[in-house]
Nanobody, 131 residues
Framework: QVQLVESGGGLVQAGGSLRLSCAVS????????VGWFRQAPGKQRDIRES?????????????YYADSVKGRFTVSRDDAKKTVSLQMTNLSPDDTGVYYC???????????????????WGQGTQVTVSS
């Protein structure tokens, strides 16, 4: 059974940085794309309310970003450690939310911006950026 566990969230001032990690417990982790999504504050945690942030393909060669985070966030993967990281810099209060990582439904695919392409999700980690 695939499990994803996010970590690294917290409270940071505007302009600061955070690094999120997603630990994936699956033997064939290196075959799957992983995406990051975030849910804005104000509602109960629900991945259906989340928006695309970034994604990385199975090899790490292809990455996609939402326009709002391009140039500030960097997604990377370490297959030996079975983790995908999201380095976030120059954070703003608009980046506040619950961040989820998710594993692609099928192996060896390009990363996707669509939630429906991801099969397994973590529980999320809270990021709060104060002004």
């Amino acid at each position: 059974q695939v499990q994803l566990v996010e970590s690294g969230g917290g409270l940071v001032q505007a302009g600061g940085s955070l690094r999120l990690s997603c630990a994936v417990s699956v033997r064939t982790f290196s075959n799957y794309a992983v995406g990051w999504f975030r849910q804005a504050p104000g509602k109960q945690r629900d991945i259906r309310e989340s928006d695309f942030v970034a994604a990385i393909n199975w090899s790490g060669a292809t990455t996609y970003y939402a326009d709002s985070v391009k140039g500030r966030f960097t997604v990377s993967r370490d297959d030996a450690k079975k983790t995908v990281s999201l380095q976030m810099t120059n954070l703003s209060p608009d980046d506040t939310g619950v961040y989820y990582c998710a594993a692609d439904v099928a192996p060896w695919r390009s990363p996707s911006r669509a939630k429906s392409d991801y099969h397994t999700w973590g529980q999320g980690t809270q990021v709060t950026v104060s002004s």
